[in-house]
């Protein structure tokens, strides 16, 4: 073999190392490229995880927040309602006692114990029977008695509110309820 032909396949031999370096170059850079790509695409989809989880989360706070702020709307809606409706009763209160005045003074006078009252707070409308029913006593017209009648011992002792208006209040907690739900259309 001739030094020509020997730098021949020394440079032959050269070209295939270096077709194979940059093949296994290739080949590397086409491995590393892959494994880039799917850890890129893993990075994705936890990101794209931990952004669902995000948003849910806060679409739930969001939610909650949202939930209780109509609770409370609808619960000071309903006070509010509640509180006109007790209004709009001790005005029927009033009318109540038109019906039969002197029926409903006798009967909610004959309910207290027979005691000497000192002092009876009545409706202006009531001063001649409680005149009658309590003669020894002091007859007070009181223009907030709708119906029924205050009384007092001659040593206070003891009262007794025996009017419409403390009727309504004690019974105002059941009523309520039926009332709105009645508003609401709905039955207890």
Not at 22 to 36: D, H, I, T, V, Y
Not at 49 to 59: D, I
Not at 136 to 149: K, R
């Amino acid at each position: 073999m001739g030094r020509r032909e020997l730098l021949e396949a020394l440079r032959r031999e050269g070209r295939e190392k270096m077709a194979a370096i940059a093949a296994r170059g290739k080949a590397e850079e086409e491995q590393l490229r892959s494994r880039a790509e799917e850890r890129r695409e893993e990075l994705r989809r936890t990101h794209e995880q931990q952004r669902e989880l995000l948003c849910s989360a806060r679409k739930q706070v969001l939610m909650a927040k949202a939930a209780r702020e109509a609770a409370l709307i609808r619960l000071r809606t309903e006070h509010a309602l509640s509180l006109r409706l007790f209004e709009r009763a001790g005005i029927c209160l009033k009318r109540l006692r038109s019906d039969d005045s002197e029926r409903l003074f006798l009967i909610l006078a004959a309910e207290l114990p027979e005691v000497s009252w000192q002092t009876v707070r009545t409706n202006p409308g009531d001063i001649s029977q409680a005149s009658g029913r309590f003669p020894g006593a002091t007859i007070i017209a009181d223009e907030t008695v709708s119906g029924g009648l205050k009384v007092a011992a001659a040593d206070d002792s003891l009262t007794v509110d025996n009017t419409m208006e403390v009727r309504l209040e004690r019974l105002w907690p059941d009523l309520l309820p039926h009332l709105m739900a009645e508003l609401r259309g709905r039955r207890i």
